[in-house]
């Protein structure tokens, strides 16, 4: 009889039984937040195993997670209403915590435009090379750029998903498996790097540089994907700021040690990656060495994970980039539009014709210096557009959980609210920063050495990221309501128009590189605003499907 009662928990007694153990084990602890927790509460209370087994139950165990899914309803009990809401709302951060929290997310950008007024020539961090060294260098950074940044996107998407439900052992893996990613990647960019410059008859020194520069950069953007994730601006802020101190000191102020500028200039680099790496690494030990979670005690206890320990079920790591491939494409090509045009300026060098340098492309700064430096009109709009966007999810989770089904235009008022907002603060932010910046073009010709070439590019460029701002604006109401294939195609197809369209403006002049950056920007702006229009139209929908 014990044996065919053991089968059947869902008879009315077994139920009875379970609800009578459920409220006495909440008397007794009002949250309970694992499964272990009402095992020991079990015994405790004094049941024994035979009670339970005449009610369809093997063990303790089977009866603990029978109770599990339901000690909310109990745990709830007696609470105010207000309360009970209050514990899913999510705190909005401050406006001068945005803030700074913009400032932060474009401070690599904005350290290396100060090096451009320093220094005169471009963004990246070489002067006073020759223009081999140069090239070699910088190639591998650009290089080291796009590999890396499909695999920060992917890592990005999936830390925050498991980071939010406190799933330390996937955290875990997912660290480890982009590290194995990364050094994949990077491993067969530098093969191909070694085999292309066999092929060109490139130097074997400058082939090291360019590959030393592409491990460079790869490692210390995959160590500060957890930096980002984690959104540790202030030791982001921190780290940069060593840095640009470090390479600068060193290479102004160590001629005396070190004579020649090439062998100052790499030291610096090397100075400037290792306090580059220490809050990276820091961080990295934190996460590592945790194998706990930590509970929270004002959330029901279903937000909380069923066990403490980081040993949790291993998923397919091919399932998951699967997942976040369109996040990957979109980062990926979003860069190679805003860099190709550069790129193409090495290959329609006058300079490798002219002088040759033993390579099929040269390091262009006169292109450089116009096209680096209109990248200013992106820094506002970059600040505002976090700033504004930040909290949204967060204000539309604590309205949705005070509101009806059939109230959920209020949900959609204030989105589209937000979103004429955003375009309107960007519109004036990049319009005003592109007319300061060429009304200064004067005073910026008297510190840095621009020729008439690079004021025609900024120029240009300037115009193309007044669009280029209103494609970020629009990009991130898209990822919010989850069009990435959109954003994933639309920048595939404008970093193809900067490559096909640079090679044919290039005819005419490398300088012309520049109007297939701006027909790329201005595809990018116009489309994304249309599709983000019709997205807004159907906004009710998609909200209610995601917040209601």
Same mark, same amino acid.
Request: net charge positive; hydrophobic share 50%.
């Given at each position: /009889? ?87 709302? /999510? ?30 020539? %471009? ?23 796009? &590999? ?44 191909? !790097? ?259 070439? %690079? ?22 109401? !898209? ?56 997205? &807004? ?12």
């Amino acid at each position: /009889m014990l044996t065919t009662k053991s089968q059947n928990t869902s008879s009315r007694e077994s139920r009875i039984f379970a609800q009578k153990v459920a409220r006495s084990i909440i008397e007794v602890q009002p949250t309970v937040n694992n499964i272990a927790d009402i095992v020991v509460l079990l015994e405790c209370l004094g049941y024994r195993k035979e009670t339970l087994m005449q009610f369809g139950f093997a063990d303790f165990h089977a009866l603990a997670n029978y109770i599990y899914d339901s000690l909310d309803m109990y745990e709830m009990k007696g609470k105010s209403k207000d309360l009970f809401i209050e514990s899913f709302t /999510m705190e909005i951060p401050s406006l001068k915590k945005r803030l700074v929290g913009g400032i932060g997310m474009i401070f690599p950008l904005l350290g290396s435009l100060a090096l451009l007024f320093i220094t005169g020539v %471009s963004l990246w961090m070489a002067w006073g090379l020759p223009i081999k060294i140069t090239t070699a260098f910088l190639g591998g950074v650009f290089l080291g750029l796009v &590999i890396t940044e499909g695999t920060l996107q992917v890592f990005n998407r999936l830390f925050l998903f498991y980071n939010e439900q406190t799933n330390m052992g996937e955290v875990k893996r997912l660290q480890k498996r982009t590290y194995a990613l990364v050094a994949v990647v990077l491993s067969a960019s530098v093969c191909t !790097l070694f085999a292309v410059g066999y092929v060109l008859h490139i130097p074997l020194n400058l082939v090291s540089i360019m590959a030393l520069s592409t491990v460079t950069i790869s490692l210390h953007r995959a160590s500060y994907m957890i930096i980002y994730a984690l959104k540790k601006l202030g030791q982001l802020i921190v780290a940069y700021s060593a840095a640009f101190a470090s390479l600068l000191l060193v290479y102004y102020l160590g001629s005396t040690i070190i004579p020649d500028n090439v062998t100052r200039y790499f030291v610096g680099l090397i100075a400037a990656f290792v306090a580059l790496s220490v809050f990276s690494i820091y961080q990295h030990y934190m996460v590592l060495k945790a194998n706990t979670v930590t509970i929270s005690a004002d959330k029901p206890h279903f937000y909380n994970p069923l066990s403490r320990t980081d040993k949790t079920i291993k998923s397919k790591f091919i399932v998951q980039l699967w997942e976040v491939i369109m996040y990957s494409i979109y980062g990926t090509f979003y860069l190679a539009t805003m860099f190709a045009d550069r790129v193409l300026s090495w290959i329609y060098n006058p300079l490798v014709a002219q002088e040759g340098f033993g390579l099929p492309f040269a390091f262009n700064s006169v292109y450089h210096a116009g096209a680096d430096l209109a990248l200013v009109i992106l820094l506002p709009a970059t600040i505002i557009q976090y700033v504004m966007m930040e909290p949204v999810h967060m204000h539309m989770n604590n309205v949705s959980i005070n509101i009806k089904v059939s109230e959920a235009d209020v949900l959609v008022g204030y989105f589209k609210n937000i979103y004429k907002k955003l375009l309107l603060l960007t519109l004036l932010s990049s319009v005003t920063t592109a007319l300061v910046l060429n009304l200064a073009e004067p005073y910026i010709m008297s510190h840095v050495t621009f020729s008439q070439t %690079s004021m025609h590019v900024l120029q240009v460029a300037s115009i193309a990221n007044v669009f280029l701002s209103f494609f970020t604006a629009n990009a991130l109401l !898209l990822m919010l309501t989850n069009k990435i294939k959109f954003l994933a195609i639309v920048t595939m197809i404008s970093a193809l128009i900067v490559v096909v369209g640079g090679i044919i403006f290039a005819q005419y002049g490398f300088e012309n590189l520049v109007f297939a950056y701006l027909i790329a920007s201005v595809f990018l702006g116009v489309t994304s605003t249309i599709y983000a229009r019709k997205v &807004i139209k159907n906004a009710g929908s998609i909200l209610f499907s995601r917040m209601m």
